[in-house]
């Protein structure tokens, strides 16, 4: 059984914006005023893109590109160790302590590394898209409300000499993709990490078996059953051939260097004589999107709608990341 609630969302793009974030989940808590989670995966239903431009004959105006992050393993696995490591360390307070949690805490986390490196507050990231009501100038912005980006808190037991006291514990942010960002002010330190980063440096390698010697092939024990033909070539193929894995032994996709940008699920163009009408559906893992405006004829914004699928999480389809 579904729940009524607003799944349409309208964000105004700016007439400079480049790149820019959507957290559907936030979008859906500040205009149906109840905590959507961000662990989830959010599914699109329509998208609408209408781009506010004054151009004649119907050249091209502007392209909107949304990004989503990769929906495969790694993500769903390095996040779901994450938010295990944020409850487990919150637990340490909490088991004596649970009236101090907020009614509202829920993890949150950055789509990249962009993403973290923007000015945060309490109501999100100021990169984040808000939604709006009214005409197109996107002027009459929802009312928001908290919106805090879960810090870890790492134990401390350094000392500071000149004083004598245990110095201040290390608290950061995280994202999904990217390297680990240090910290400004203290190199040593950190401002973000990358989650999908730090899964795959706490995760064992696999080996490339087998370990063939390199005399395999011309040893005598091989070559007494050869009656003459092609053995000790083949076997030098054969032990040479796919020995290795088909993709990087070291670094994940979503790490420091390997496809730590998301994933393009479309692209859409508008003009000065139409808008663009989508009726696709997708996944949007954490309910994060990444928009990506580039301009072509114009300077001007636009408008872009946003239809979530309708399901069974307080009205919307939202499957947990854990599934």
């Given at each position: 059984?579904?729940?009524?609630?607003?799944?349409?969302?309208?964000?105004?793009?700016?007439?400079?914006?480049t790149d820019a974030y959507i957290d559907l989940a936030q979008s859906l808590s500040f205009t149906n005023r109840k905590l959507y989670?961000?662990?989830?995966?959010?599914?699109?239903?329509?998208?609408?893109?209408?781009?506010?431009?004054?151009?004649?004959?119907?050249?091209?105006?502007?392209?909107?590109?949304?990004?989503?992050?990769?929906?495969?393993?790694?993500?769903?696995?390095?996040?779901?160790?994450?938010?295990?490591?944020?409850?487990?360390?919150?637990?340490?307070?909490?088991?004596?302590?649970?009236?101090?949690?907020?009614?509202?805490?829920?993890?949150?986390?950055?789509?990249?590394?962009?993403?973290?490196?923007?000015?945060?507050?309490?109501?999100?990231?100021?990169?984040?898209?808000?939604?709006?009501?009214?005409?197109?100038?996107?002027?009459?912005f929802i009312n928001d409300g908290e919106w805090y980006m879960s810090d870890y808190v790492t134990p401390q037991h350094d000392v500071?000499?000149?004083?004598?006291?245990?110095?201040?514990?290390?608290?950061?942010?995280?994202?999904?993709?990217?390297?680990?960002?240090?910290?400004?002010?203290?190199?040593?330190?950190?401002?973000?990490?990358?989650?999908?980063?730090?899964?795959?440096?706490?995760?064992?390698?696999?080996?490339?078996?087998?370990?063939?010697?390199?005399?395999?092939?011309?040893?005598?024990?091989?070559?007494?059953?050869?009656?003459?033909?092609?053995?000790?070539?083949?076997?030098?193929?054969?032990?040479?051939?796919n020995d290795a894995p088909p993709y990087d032994l070291d670094e994940y996709p979503g790490g420091a260097t390997n496809w730590n940008?998301?994933?393009?699920?479309?692209?859409?163009?508008?003009?000065?004589?139409?808008?663009?009408?989508?009726?696709?559906?997708?996944?949007?893992?954490?309910?994060?999107?990444?928009?990506?405006?580039?301009?072509?004829?114009?300077?001007?914004?636009?408008?872009?709608?946003?239809?979530?699928?309708?399901?069974?999480?307080?009205?919307?389809?939202?499957?947990?990341?854990?599934?």
């Amino acid at each position: 059984m579904t729940t009524e609630c607003s799944r349409t969302l309208a964000y105004a793009i700016e007439d400079s914006a480049t790149d820019a974030y959507i957290d559907l989940a936030q979008s859906l808590s500040f205009t149906n005023r109840k905590l959507y989670r961000q662990g989830r995966c959010y599914y699109i239903q329509k998208i609408q893109w209408m781009s506010g431009n004054s151009l004649t004959g119907g050249s091209l105006a502007s392209k909107l590109t949304l990004n989503t992050l990769p929906m495969g393993w790694v993500v769903r696995n390095s996040w779901v160790k994450a938010f295990a490591l944020w409850k487990q360390m919150n637990k340490s307070v909490l088991s004596d302590n649970p009236s101090v949690q907020g009614k509202w805490a829920d993890f949150k986390v950055f789509f990249d590394v962009n993403h973290a490196n923007g000015d945060w507050g309490s109501a999100g990231p100021t990169l984040n898209l808000k939604p709006f009501t009214g005409d197109q100038d996107g002027a009459q912005f929802i009312n928001d409300g908290e919106w805090y980006m879960s810090d870890y808190v790492t134990p401390q037991h350094d000392v500071v000499q000149a004083t004598g006291v245990e110095a201040p514990a290390d608290k950061f942010k995280c994202h999904m993709l990217g390297a680990d960002i240090p910290d400004p002010a203290d190199a040593t330190e950190f401002k973000s990490v990358g989650i999908v980063n730090g899964y795959q440096d706490t995760r064992a390698r696999v080996q490339i078996a087998p370990d063939v010697p390199a005399t395999m092939s011309t040893n005598w024990m091989t070559q007494l059953t050869d009656e003459g033909g092609q053995d000790p070539e083949l076997a030098d193929v054969i032990e040479d051939a796919n020995d290795a894995p088909p993709y990087d032994l070291d670094e994940y996709p979503g790490g420091a260097t390997n496809w730590n940008k998301g994933v393009i699920q479309t692209t859409m163009l508008a003009t000065a004589t139409n808008q663009v009408d989508k009726d696709i559906g997708f996944c949007v893992p954490l309910g994060l999107l990444k928009v990506t405006r580039t301009l072509i004829n114009n300077t001007n914004g636009g408008v872009l709608l946003i239809t979530v699928a309708p399901g069974n999480y307080h009205g919307v389809m939202a499957t947990e990341m854990k599934q």
